[in-house]
Every structure is written in structure tokens, then in C-alpha cells.
């Protein structure tokens, strides 16, 4: 979160306040979203339902804990300071780790140089299958501090949670070997505190490029929970997207409204460019920010020594929804191909095809199966048996000739594809 310049907004007047938004008193009663058209939302379905609470249900508290203990100690993560610059280079490395990891050659890992700052901002891309040119954003920033706190700027709220949400993501996707059809990109940003100074700088050559970025989303302060509902939808119609935002809502009602997974919302404002999706939509780009809370129950914490992972009780349960709606928001707007050439490591599994019948087996397996997915190479569903044994046959009568993909999912949350060929 960037800090708004109150002082300086003293001495430089209007001009200062105009720039950061300024009051905005016409729209700060009613929530603007509910005025745009909806068809809009055309663009963004929501229809990876099996793919999206197989990954939801992976996420670990403790991971996130960890990355956010991580970041907070190294002091400070001021983009001029030697620690700050090391933090940056670090993330691209973990980063890189966790892509080796799962050996996913197709992922790069780049640092985007600042001509400003030796602080890097890191570029995490999956390449998308099908349409690589068509990009998702999910981002945040990773240094801390500001000009009146450099040395002693823990950040762990503002913004290591919200790198740890990036990776905790990064790996829930990693681990369920997402493979997009669009292309995914994280990023770091450098030297958010001082301005938006790297996501700016990213913006612009992506605007320079006319690269097709579909949308971003910012990921900045996840783990303190000021009000009584989880998120607060950032809908300053100045530098958030509406159709964003109501995709947003979208997902948050399929997947969140009730279940194992219950997550709440409201909507909330900065009034000003508070953090980096204004960037974006400054180049003309559709951002959206979910906040921690409503703006006015910001952690008191933040820009301060105090802003640590012991004064949020050593807790990161709040970060934990962030993920989930930042899984939701990647594979419902990238899509996944679940189309693997390389066989899922799944020993167990016999899967041959004999006369137009899908006979399968799974043995050394104690979980019953929870449903069974057929899905051609266009990625579209063509078949779903639910609570299938494990061991059966399925008629692909009438089914065109080609390539297959059967998904057994079991009670336990395993799951396991298979690659056939239909003649
Ligand atoms: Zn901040």
C-alpha cells in the first residue's frame, strides 16, 4: 500500500489532490459497479469447477506463514537498501526453485530491470497453450517501507503477505501441474512505496509492446482482518475495472458463498492510486485490488516498525482466502488445457481402450473414487461418470475419433489422468 501524502497534500494544495484521485464526493456514497452493463462479463466464465476446488482445498497456511516470517526478516525491503535489493533477486529465485521443483521447463523466471532502483521486479510466466498472447496478471509489491521509514521496515502485512499469497498460488498451481490456455504471469513489483515505480514501469512497456493483458489483479496487504467480512472489493471507478470487479463477485459467489471454502465481501475505496493496480489502469488496463479490509479499518500497523507477523498473532488463516480467490481468478480466466502428453505419475492406473469401450483400473488404491472426466483436446468436458468404482468400463460409443484425457478423482483429493486415443 502506498502512503497517501497528507503533508505534502498541505503544501502543494489541488495539485497534489487532484493527482491522487482527489475526494471523488459524487461517487463515494454508491457503489459504481452496479451501473455497468453486464455484458461485459461475456468475456469471463466460470466452468473449471473440478480443477478449482481440487486446487482451493491445497492450500497451506503454513507456507504462507513461512514466506511472510521470511520477508519480515530481513529487516527491511526498502528498494534502495542492500537488503531490499537482495530480497528481490531472492523471490526470483524461490520462484524459480518451486518451477524447477515440479520441472516445468516451459516456466521463465525474469528479473525487469529499473533504470531508478537496483531493486528488481521479478516476472514469473506460464506460457498459455492455445492463446500465449492473451495475458492474466496476479501481482503485488515487494518492498516496504517509505521515505520516513527505510531502515527499520518489516513489512510482513504490507506487502509481504501478499508475495506469500503470489507464492503460495504459484505452487498450488505447480503442484497440480497447471497448464493454462492462456498465458499466466506473477509478479513482484519493486519500489512500490515510493510511488508505483516498477509496476508503472512494467505497465508502460506493456503498453509500448501492445501486449493483450486481459487483467490484473493486486495482491497488497492479505493478512489482517480489520473488518467483519473478508475481502473488500476495491471499486474506485477510477482505477478499477467494473467488469473486473463484477467477475470478481461472480467467483466469490460460485465458489465461496457456502461450502468448505465460505468466504465473505463487501466493497471499499482508497479515494486515491493506493497501490499497483492503478498503475495498470492508469495505461488503460482492467486491475481490480481486493482488499484486507475496508479502508477506513486499514492495520494501523502498516509504515510502522510494529508491522509484523507477531502483531497479527502469528496467524496467516486471512491470506489463506486471497489464495483461493487468486486460484479462482487464474484458472477460470487462463482456462486449463488439463491436456497432458507426459503421463501423470500414476502407477496404480490401467486405462486401455478395446471396441469402443474405456475399460480402467485402479489398484493399490484405498479411496473410492469420486468421479470419473472425459475431456477432448478442445478442453471441453465430454463425459462425467460420479462415484464410479474403481475398476469399470465406459462406453465412448458416438464419441468422435481422437485424443482423450480421463480424470479419476478420488474421495481423498488425489486425482489422476490419463492420455488415450479413441479410434
Ligand atoms: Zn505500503
Same mark, same amino acid.
Given at each position: ?5 497528507? !503533508? ?22 454508491? !457503489? ?34 513461512? $514466506? ?11 528498494? *534502495? ?45 506460464? !506460457? ?15 518492498? *516496504? ?12 502485512? /504490507? ?5 506469500? $499469497? ?44 501492445? +501486449? ?37 463477485? /461472480? ?17 471499499? +475505496? ?8 492503478a498503475s495498470w489502469a492508469q495505461k488503460g488496463y482492467k486491475a481490480a485490488f481486493p482488499m484486507e479490509s475496508a479502508f ?11 508491522? $509484523? ?7 496467516? *488463516? ?14 477460470? $480466466? ?12 500414476? !502407477? ?18 484405498? *479411496?473410492?473414487? +469420486? ?39 478420488a474421495e481423498n483429493g488425489k486425482s489422476f489422468s490419463k492420455k488415450f486415443l479413441l479410434r
Open positions: 500500500m502506498k502512503k497517501f501524502l497528507f !503533508p505534502l497534500i498541505l503544501l502543494f494544495g489541488s495539485l497534489l489532490w487532484a493527482q491522487n484521485g482527489g475526494p471523488n464526493i459524487q461517487n463515494s456514497t454508491e !457503489p459504481n459497479i452496479v451501473h455497468q452493463p453486464l455484458s461485459l462479463l461475456s468475456d469471463f466464465t466460470i466452468d473449471q469447477d473440478d480443477f478449482v476446488n481440487q486446487c482451493i482445498a491445497m492450500v497451506e497456511e503454513n507456507n504462507i506463514a513461512n $514466506t511472510i516470517i521470511t520477508l519480515e526478516n530481513y529487516g527491511t525491503r526498502f528498494h *534502495s537498501k542492500p537488503s531490499g535489493v537482495q530480497a528481490s533477486h531472492d523471490i526470483k529465485d524461490w520462484w524459480q526453485d518451486l518451477a524447477d521443483t515440479y520441472e516445468r521447463n516451459d516456466i521463465t523466471v525474469e528479473a525487469f530491470n529499473h533504470s531508478f532502483s537496483n531493486q528488481i521486479s521479478v516476472i514469473l510466466t506460464i !506460457p498459455g497453450n492455445e492463446s500465449p498472447d492473451e495475458i492474466v496478471i496476479i501481482g503485488g509489491h515487494l518492498d *516496504s517501507g517509505d521515505f520516513w521509514l527505510q531502515d527499520n521496515a518489516p513489512g510482513a502485512d /504490507d506487502n509481504a503477505s501478499g508475495i506469500a $499469497t503470489l507464492t503460495e498460488t504459484l505452487r498450488v498451481l505447480l503442484a497440480n501441474d497447471f497448464q493454462p490456455k492462456k498465458t499466466v504471469q506473477i509478479m513482484a513489483y519493486a519500489a512500490e512505496e515510493i510511488g508505483l515505480n516498477g509496476s508503472a514501469d512494467i505497465a508502460q512497456t506493456y503498453k509500448n509492446q501492445s +501486449k493483450n493483458v486481459l487483467g490484473v489483479l493486486q495482491f497488497d496487504l492479505t493478512n489482517y482482518k480489520g473488518s467483519d467480512f473478508d475481502i473488500a472489493l476495491n471499486n474506485d471507478a477510477q482505477y478499477t475495472s467494473s467488469e473486473l470487479n463484477l467477475f470478481l463477485i /461472480d467467483l466469490l459467489e460460485h465458489y465461496n458463498a457456502s461450502g468448505e471454502h465460505p468466504i465473505s465481501y463487501d466493497f471499499s +475505496k482508497c479515494n486515491y492510486a493506493c497501490s499497483d493496480h477506513e479499518d486499514a492495520n494501523p500497523n502498516i509504515h510502522t516498525p510494529n508491522d $509484523t507477523f507477531a502483531a497479527m498473532n502469528n496467524d496467516a *488463516s486471512h491470506s489463506v482466502k486471497f489464495v483461493k480467490l487468486a486460484l479462482e481468478f487464474v484458472i477460470e $480466466t487462463a482456462k486449463t488445457i488439463q491436456l497432458n502428453t507426459t503421463e501423470v505419475n500414476a !502407477p496404480q492406473l490401467q486405462v486401455t481402450v478395446n471396441q469402443n469401450k474405456l475399460l480402467y483400473k485402479i489398484d493399490h488404491f484405498d *479411496s473410492p473414487l +469420486k468421479s470419473i472426466v472425459l475431456i477432448d483436446t478442445n478442453g471441453k468436458r465430454v463425459l462425467l461418470t460420479e462415484q464410479p468404482d474403481n475398476q469399470g468400463e465406459i462406453s465412448m460409443t458416438g464419441f468422435p475419433a481422437g485424443a482423450y484425457i480421463a480424470v479419476f478423482k
